[in-house]
Every structure is written in structure tokens, then in C-alpha cells.
């Protein structure tokens, strides 16, 4: 049976780089792996044909030569888990070993260190701090070692001790047939160590839920949804691992007078009929402050004037985008009655164009007719 392109496995394109390649190895071998799925054949070569996929993707030597040659390309390079792989499934280690507590190539056993998990704050700001930048310190409840046991879970004065049951290896081993199974130790969970005398602050596990204020720098130019990695303000690693992340979704009320569009601003100004016709200048509050806007005689409605560097900063630190002030003619609703007078006048002056309309039809069957006069006169 022929196999699979390696992409399509991942169910990624060709030009995906190592972080999207991480993602979607992960999010396959979480689904299918089969710890998950007991006696589910179809999974279980899911599982495989994935880790196979990634072993030769996240390597760019291999990924070169299967970009050119295909699967003879790589033909007898150590493809799957296992011993010849254990660098790159170490980059797993901390979400596949806390799902399923099964160590070698993936990084070793549950328990062992592990990364802290990310948090996500959804903040909400105003549109003038997404304009000009903003300084916010919001409050998360997230898991912190403990104080009084410093993480280990065992009561000041005592230590933890090496698991009886494993044997300090966090495992234990069963043979079935001609394969060799490996089972997470039930009387350690994994870590290789018990604890005696747990620590009564945190009954044992070493970890306690705080608040903690953190502060947030908003960049002047955020957009909706965009969100701020704050490195390791996180939950806490377990047995010596790092922080997690915090991840803060930024949300920004929408603005009464101003629309976004990219790093543009767009703004609706009414505008009287008389300076639309001979022009002038008028002032509008501008989101940095007063603007004065000049219209030519004879602008029409809908006019776009743009003023350069007025619009949202962008995120990445170049330049501003602009901001667009569109006129529109305005009809007041009720006139006095000279207004009404002059006006009248006015259209005595510009007597609206006549328009000759013709039936579809008509022109559509004209020079049919037009024919059939030439021919029989």
C-alpha cells in the first residue's frame, strides 16, 4: 500500500513553517494516540503514519530531500517514535506526557519537569488606547508553587522518597505477547516519588491558586482580537519546569465616529449644501485632536479627503495609516420660509435636465424594423 503524502497527513501545506508543523503533529497525535483510543486498529496507524510525517518534516534535512525525491528520498531514515527520534519528540514532552504518561521518545515520564500552562485574559479597552497605547494591570487567578513546601508536596523537614512500586522509574512494564507495554505507576502518578508526610498547606500537591496583578502594555495601533504573549506569567512548571504564558486577547469598543479598515480610520462629516457648492473650511475632532478641513467648490457627496499620519499607528512600529474624512451633503429637514424662498430662486436658476427615456423593448426591436423598412421600402 502506497503511503500518504507527508502534508496531506498533517494536513498542511507545503510551505508551512516548524511552529504550524509542532501544531498540527500535536493536535494529531493527542487525537489518535492510543492510550485514547483502546483498540482502535484505524487509530493507532493514524497515530503512527503522523509521528512518521513529523519525523521527517521537522527535520530540514529530511524535508529537503522528501521536497525533491518524495518517499525514496527518506527511505530508510528512522521515521516514527523511538530512540533514533527522542530530540524531536522531546519538544512534546510537556502536553503528550500529561495526557497520556508514557515516556522514551517523547520526553521522558509523567511527573518529570514539565511547563507551567498558559492562561488567556480576554481585556477590554477603549478606542482611544488602542489609538494612542495604553498601560492596564489586570488581576488572574493562576497556580503558584507553594511557599511552605517550595513545590514538593512534602511537609518542611521532610523530603519526598523514591516510589517502591516503579521503582523511581515513574512506570510499569507488562508483557502482552511479543510486545512490551508501559503503564503509568498508579501509587506515584508517574513522578518516581511519593511523599509520606504530604505538606498540610497544600495537602500534598505542591501548588496553590493566587491572584496575581500583572501589567500589560497595550502597543498604540491594537486591533479587535489581537492578542499579547506575556512570557512566563503563566501557571507555574511542575517539579522544576518553566512558566507557562499568559496570552491577553485585547477587545476595543467600537467608536462612534471612527471605522477601521487595516491602519485607516474612516469618519462621516455632514456638511452644508452652500460649502459643498463654493467651498470653504470647516474643523472636526480628529481621534489626536482638532483637524481643519478644506473643500473645494463644487465637491460632491460622498468625497473621500485624506489626511496622511492621522489614522492608527500600526503594531509593528512603521508609520501611521491615514485618516479619511467623507463629506456629505446635508438636507436640513425643516426651512424657514425665506430659506424656502431662496431656494426656490435658486432652482429657477438650475432647472433640472430633461431626461428622454426609451422602452427596452423599443430599442431592442428598432433596428429589426429599421430592417425590414429597407428591404420592402
Do not use: W
Not at 530531500?65 to 519528540?89: E, K, L, M
Not at 519537569?113 to 485574559?121: E, M, N, W
Amino acid at each position: 500500500m502506497s503511503k500518504r503524502d507527508y502534508y496531506e497527513v498533517l494536513e498542511i501545506s507545503r510551505t508551512a513553517v516548524e511552529q504550524e508543523i509542532k501544531s498540527a503533529y500535536r493536535k494529531l497525535a493527542l487525537k489518535y494516540h492510543p492510550d485514547r483510543n483502546p483498540g482502535d486498529k484505524e487509530a493507532e496507524d493514524r497515530f503512527k503514519e503522523a509521528a512518521e510525517a513529523y519525523s521527517v518534516l521537522a527535520d530540514s534535512e529530511k524535508r529537503a530531500r522528501y521536497d525533491r525525491f518524495g518517499h525514496a528520498g527518506v527511505t530508510g531514515a528512522s521515521q516514527g517514535p523511538g530512540p533514533g527520534n527522542a530530540d524531536i519528540f522531546a519538544d512534546f514532552s510537556d502536553i503528550l506526557g500529561d495526557f497520556f504518561g508514557f515516556g522514551g521518545g517523547f520526553g521522558g515520564r509523567r511527573g518529570g519537569p514539565a511547563r507551567g500552562t498558559d492562561l488567556r485574559f480576554d481585556l477590554e479597552i477603549t478606542f482611544d488606547e488602542s489609538y494612542a497605547g495604553a498601560e492596564k494591570t489586570i488581576q488572574i487567578p493562576r497556580d503558584e508553587h507553594c511557599d511552605s513546601c517550595q513545590g514538593s508536596g512534602a511537609a518542611p523537614g521532610t523530603s519526598r522518597e523514591t516510589c517502591p512500586q516503579c521503582r523511581g522509574t515513574g512506570q510499569l512494564r507488562f508483557q502482552q505477547g511479543f510486545l512490551v507495554v508501559a503503564r503509568t505507576c498508579g501509587q506515584c502518578g508517574g513522578s518516581g516519588q511519593i511523599t509520606r508526610t504530604p505538606c498540610q498547606a497544600c495537602r500534598g500537591t505542591g501548588r496553590t491558586t493566587r491572584d496575581r496583578r500583572v501589567t500589560v502594555r497595550i502597543p498604540a495601533g491594537i486591533a479587535e482580537g489581537q492578542r499579547l504573549r506575556l512570557h512566563g506569567e503563566g501557571e507555574h512548571g511542575s517539579a522544576g519546569g518553566p512558566s507557562g504564558d499568559l496570552y491577553v486577547v485585547v477587545h476595543v469598543q467600537p467608536h462612534p465616529l471612527f471605522t477601521r479598515e487595516g491602519d485607516d480610520l474612516y469618519m462621516d462629516v455632514p456638511v452644508p449644501y452652500p460649502t459643498m457648492a463654493l467651498g470653504g473650511t470647516f474643523v472636526v475632532d480628529g481621534p489626536a485632536g482638532e483637524i481643519d478641513v478644506h473643500v473645494s467648490a463644487g465637491t460632491q457627496s460622498g468625497t473621500l479627503i485624506p489626511f496622511r499620519g492621522k489614522g492608527m499607528a500600526s503594531v509593528t512600529g512603521r508609520g501611521r495609516g491615514s485618516l479619511l474624512v467623507r463629506v456629505n451633503a446635508e438636507v436640513p429637514r425643516k426651512l424657514t420660509k425665506d430659506q424656502k424662498k431662496l431656494i426656490e430662486s435658486l432652482g429657477k436658476t438650475m432647472p433640472a435636465e430633461k431626461i428622454a427615456a426609451t422602452s427596452i423593448d423599443d430599442s431592442r426591436d428598432k433596428p429589426f424594423f429599421e430592417k425590414v423598412k429597407d428591404l420592402f421600402g
